[in-house]
Each structure stands twice: as C-alpha cells, then as structure tokens.
C-alpha cells in the first residue's frame, strides 16, 4: 500500500509482521520506471530502488502524476509497446471517441429503456492517462440506481474506457508521449468493446427488469 503525504510516500508492507513501513521523500526521487512486470520502481539517488508491486498507484492515484510534475521527476513504463503520442493528439482521438461512444451507446439506451435514457461521455484526463467516463442520466439527471462504480470528482458512473496511458514524461519540457489504445483508434473496436463490456454488462445487472418490450 502507498499513501501521498505533502512532501514524501509512505510505503507500508502488506503484511507488517515480516516488513516495515518505508519512507521516501519526493526530492530522493531520481527517476520513476513501471517494470515489464508491472512492478513500479521509485529510483533514489544514490542508487537504492523502492519497488512496489501494485501498478494501480500509477494509474488510479491522481497524486502520483501531481508529483512527477511539481518535483519533476523523469518516468517511463516498459508495459505493453511503446506510445509516442503527443497530448493534442490524444485530445483530438478522445473528442472523437467520445463522439462515437455517446452516439452508440444513446441509440441503444434509448431503444431498449427509453427516450428518457441518455449516457453522458466526459473525457477525464491527467498526466498519466485520458479516459472516458459514461453516466447514465434520466430526464437530464444522473441515475443513482445505474451508476455504481466510483468516478473521477465525486460523481459515480456507469463504467469507463480508457483514450491513452503515459510511457514516458519528460519533466524538462513538462511533456508526456502517450500510448493511444485500439478502443480510441479503431471504430469496429470501440464499437465491439461498448456493446461487450459497457452495454452487456449495464443491461444484465441494470436494465434487465426495464427493458421496453
């Protein structure tokens, strides 16, 4: 488990008995690497490494991006092929995901629940990744019932698909090459993975009991 503090990350072992609690302060951060292994390394200078083996703190910890850019600190991930995609390239693919994406999903919705139904599609974006968030709204309000799982802001959602992952930031220029997923940049496949994972899995646990028929 890792926390963000202000000015350093406390890494606690999973299991106390056999570990301790570490401390790294932010300005010791040399360089941060996630490992072929999904391991995430924080390089000291000095030479030592911190290896925490959990990757969500990479990709669900807003805080983690937040430090690489206020103490400017260089990060690269060897997971998956490389991406050397600039930001407003990524934000010119997530304008027209989520374009294709509401389309989709709102002419389902509104066929099989009614014209009441509309999904919402907000593009989320921080250093290390943009995705897209679907709510369900009903008459223009967002559904409690529908939206369960946790989202960006204080808000739930329905789910989410993910626009782009950061490969590597590079403080010097306060610049990120990004890896654009096959979701944002193959129609079939956005297509295929809305039908499959968002609608398929929203009816059968949601608009079951409602479906018009």
């Known amino acids: 488990m890792v926390r963000f503090e202000d000015e350093q990350l406390i890494i606690e072992q999973p299991f106390k008995i056999f570990g301790r609690t570490i401390k790294v302060k932010y300005e010791d951060i040399e360089r941060v690497e996630l490992s072929e292994d999904s391991d995430v390394l924080f390089c000291l200078k000095g030479g ?7 990757p969500g703190i990479v990709m669900y910890y807003p805080e983690f991006g ?5 103490y400017r600190i260089p990060y690269s991930s060897s997971v998956g092929p490389a991406g050397d995609d600039s930001i407003e390239t990524v934000r010119e693919k ?17 066929e099989k629940l009614g014209a009441e139904y509309e999904f919402e599609a907000k593009i989320v974006e921080n250093i ?3 995705t897209l968030e679907f709510r369900l709204l009903k008459n223009g309000v967002p559904d409690e019932d529908a939206n369960e799982i946790e989202g960006s802001g204080d808000e739930s959602i329905v789910d989410e698909l993910d626009i782009a992952y950061l490969s590597e930031w590079e403080p010097m220029y306060e610049r990120g090459k990004y890896l654009i997923t096959e ?4 129609l079939k496949v956005c297509e295929e993975y809305l039908e499959s994972d968002v ?3 929203f009816y059968d646990s949601y608009g079951k009991d409602k479906l018009i028929k």
Request: charged share 35%; net charge positive.
């Open 48 to 54: 030592k490494v911190r290896k925490v083996s959990d």
């Open 66 to 70: 937040e430090m690489l850019k206020k």
């Open 94 to 110: 997530a304008v027209a995901c989520r374009e294709t994406a509401a389309a989709y999903l709102n002419r389902s919705v509104k």
């Open 128 to 130: 290390m990744g943009t």
């Open 183 to 186: 979701e944002a940049s193959d």
């Open 199 to 201: 609608l398929g899995f």
